[in-house]
RNA sequence: GUCCCCAUCGUCUAGAGGCCUAGGACACCUCCCUUUCACGGAGGCGACCGGGGUUCGAAUCCCCGUGGGGACGCCA
């Protein structure tokens, strides 16, 4: 049978890290079984669904390459067939209407939690045989519940978490179409599932408890049961857990702040599973590599430092020229003027094996496209009057120079020597006067791209 | 409260009863490289939540406890 799995986001906000890696695990499992990958958008919520939120989710699969099979699908789209198959349950005694009131479910629900029983509808309109139901009122326009069975045990084999079961007694007859005719998140993705054939339900684990409800419909529809994988979630950097309120951000704010796709990928790849003691790997080695059996049932907490050290790792490995068009952006951005000089390819070549994040390279490089922002204590620090006559006299021999990283290594060798300095005490300063802070590569590499007139002309700026 | 799930270095993890004196990676520390800072290289620090079983033998299996998380909506 062909594998087709899904990722089922509502679009109630922006493609977060945990979605991304649901979606990235579900993406994998149906390369790695040549199988189909589904997007389908769970929009029944209307009032908290919006548009811009589709289009974020869009853009963050997009950024990171999680390309899809079919879909997107919209479940607004699909009202029509759910309320067919509604009718079918109805017709067919596997779910009858409700004309409890919300405040009379409130109250009930209240009640139970008093108790310290678990809230449950207590199944006042449930059809018995020889049971009499109460005349239904004029005033309440009824909604549909499922009728769930009421003993024995729903089990299943969950990919990720091993035997998973749930007494029957433990679920109630849950709401499957509203009191207006729309039908509920629960029901809509027991149609989906089975409609779409998905075989493997990759998914949250916060669906866990829905589960046995929708294998439950799903065996009241005579549909085909998927297996369920449920990931556990990720939790923060402070191990605590995200949430919009606090540390939840979009995958597309990792591109805004210099991380490259490949590493969030294969960051997030590691995140819950392993293969081996395999850290850094491709996408198409991931997509060989994947399988169920190796997610971790725990919670995974989120750590940046990791997540940089791996983006390093991809930018050091990009070459320039891929590296280019985003930097120019970022360089933009900074305010700097991106000119012909120096040449950026180079520039990139000279600083990105020192960096960890694609601003951190734009930034680092700023200086030579706009003048540097000095940095009092390293200036105070190296920039001493006794050291000026120095590099006064390095200036006049740079002059003369014949603009190469070596020539210009030479010259410096030359004022060392005569001086009787170590070679620090001039580069520091001239690291400083060139660039405005204590660290940079090789100060000659730094000259060399530079250029002789913008060299000479800081240092004057700084001589004068 | 009720039900469900989870538990190895600070963090991500390896580990399917003997290969475990518990391996790798990030972080941290030391040293090397060096023109500063990084990069890189070599070392180091550092964990099986607790208690009972089962077994010749348990990080691995079972039970209890503890701690954490999730779910209990006419949200998804």
Redesign the pocket.
Known sequence: MIVRTRF???P?GFLHIGGARTALFSWAFAKKHKGDFILRI????????TPEAVQAILDGMHWLGLDYDEGPFY?MQRMDRYKEVIQKMLDEGNAYY?????E??DAL?EN??Q???????DGRWRPETGKVLPQPPQD????IRFRNPQSGNVVWN?L????????NQ?L?D??I????G?????F??VVDDWEMGITQVIR???????TPRQINMLMALGATIPQYA?L??I?G?D???L?KRHGAVSVMQYHEDGYLPEAVLNYLA???????????FSMQQFCEWFDL???????????T??????N??YI?QASAESLAADITQRLVKLGANVSEQPNLLAVINLYK????TLNELATNIAYFYQKPVMDAAAAEKHLTNDIKPVIAALAELLKAADWQ?ES??HA?NEVVTQRQL???KV??P??VMLTG?????????VMALLGKDEVLARIEQVLK
């Not at 108790?115 to 509808?121: A, F, L």
């Not at 590691?270 to 850094?280: A, K, Q, T, V």
Request: proline residues 5%; glycine residues 6%; aromatic residues 6%.
């Open positions: 089922a986001p509502s109630t769970e929009d029944t919520d209307v009032a908290r669904s479940q409700c004309y409890c009131s919300r009379e479910l629900r139970q939690m108790q310290g029983v678990k809230p449950r509808y309440v326009s009824p909604v969950d990720v978490k091993g035997e998973i079961s749930i007494a433990e109630d849950l709401i179409a509203r009191g207006d729309t039908p509920t998140y629960n809509c993705v949250g684990d916060d669906h866990v408890n829905n449920h556990s979630m939790l950097d191990g605590q857990k949430s590691r995140l819950g599973w392993s293969h081996g003691d395999d850290e850094i059996d190796h997610i971790t049932p725990s919670a995974a907490q989120f750590n430092e990791k997540l940089n050290w791996i390093a790792h050091k094996e020192r960096v960890s990283a210009i290594h410096i170590k070679f620090p580069a520091m001239l690291r802070i204590a660290q940079s590569p090789s100060i000659d590499q």
